[in-house]
């Protein structure tokens, strides 16, 4: 494989200013060496490609990538050995993705992946703004086998940015820490930005008084799928006096896609995923359509993925954006795929119910279930706990479901103790929301 510098940060930004004829012999080019790379080291991709009569050498330009099958999640998952190239001796680091959807899948990095890594979150950050005299305080575990956490570690390292590694949880020891070490960006949870919020509120910390401008979100949304603000994202705004930023990445595809302060959507790296968004049949979807993700992951050493289906389903906008970059953006994830619910006539993902059930303060805690009633058909219930009025609660629950999904689920009280347990799996690092039940 061609070197590529991961330690080199300086005119990166030339491959997000690729475009047009450029732009598609870059990634052709790096798209066939990526084949010829897995076709000579990964005992999946060999037999796959002679099993389709597929020679890496044929590939002249990116349509040629049809005659490739998909790699999905119960393939990687079933043969996880089979995805690696190299002896297992040059294995520098293990994780596992975070099983939202059935069990763990194990990737395994090589020394030059941590780097792949490093660089790849450094180029997210800088795009955030985030540069050298930032200090950063993360708010997501390092630890039980997480990617990300270690990501941000070591994009901060490559862009000369101070860390604070603080961890999940403990809204005091964070506040702590802002008073005291004095942080310009925070990396957190969305829904866990909200908690640091409501308890500076408690204990009378006005978070404007502190030292934090940049808040960079992960794992859960901060827009609608048009790109505005969706609830939480208002609601941290309205709160806290600082730029928010949404970044998407997965395990499997150990790549951001990070925000610029134009909030157009996540801009994709030219120069370490190729993108795909296909509709059920697999056919490209127009340019800024829902549909699923697949990538291909560039300058991957250990475990690279051809044509990855992440199951995750986003719009892709092709256009420049205002900031100067060319590349392409991700909006908001919109939901999984397998996740949709077909609820009296409407369609739903369990993310559309949750932006209504966290902006709510009275509710406690929750889950939500899909389930099958008699006759086959999908039903959702939510399991909740109140602090406050019942009746009134579910009132205003129903409404906002009525306003913004047109449909209601039905509301079961429970133990917040009970839904607690649900919620929180020993091997699950995000609590469980969506728990479905209905038969497969
Ligand atoms: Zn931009």
Redesign the pocket.
Known sequence: MQYFDFKNLTESDYYDRLEGAELEAFQTERFREMLCYVAEHSPYYSRVFKAVGFNPDEFRQLTDLRKLPFTDKEQLQKYNNDFLNVPIREVAEYVTTSGTLGDPVRLMLTERDLLRLGYNEARGLS?AGVDAGDIVQITTTLDRRFMAGLAYYLGCRLIGAATIRVGVGAPQLQWDTIREMNPTAIIGVPSFIVKLIEYARETGIEPDNTSVKKIICIGEPIREDNLEWNKVGQYIRSQWQVELFSTYASTEIATAFTE?P?G?GG?QLNELIFTEVIDEEGNPVEDGCTGELVVTTLGMEGMPLIRFRTGDLVRKYNQP???G?NSA?LGPLVGRKGQLIKFKGTTIYPSAIQQIMDHLPEVETYVIEAVQNQFGEDHIQILLAVKGDKDTIVNILKNQCRSHLRVTPEFLFRDASYINHLRNRPEMRKPVIFIDNRMK
């Open positions: 795009i610029c134009y157009q801009h954006c205002a900031c970059r953006r």
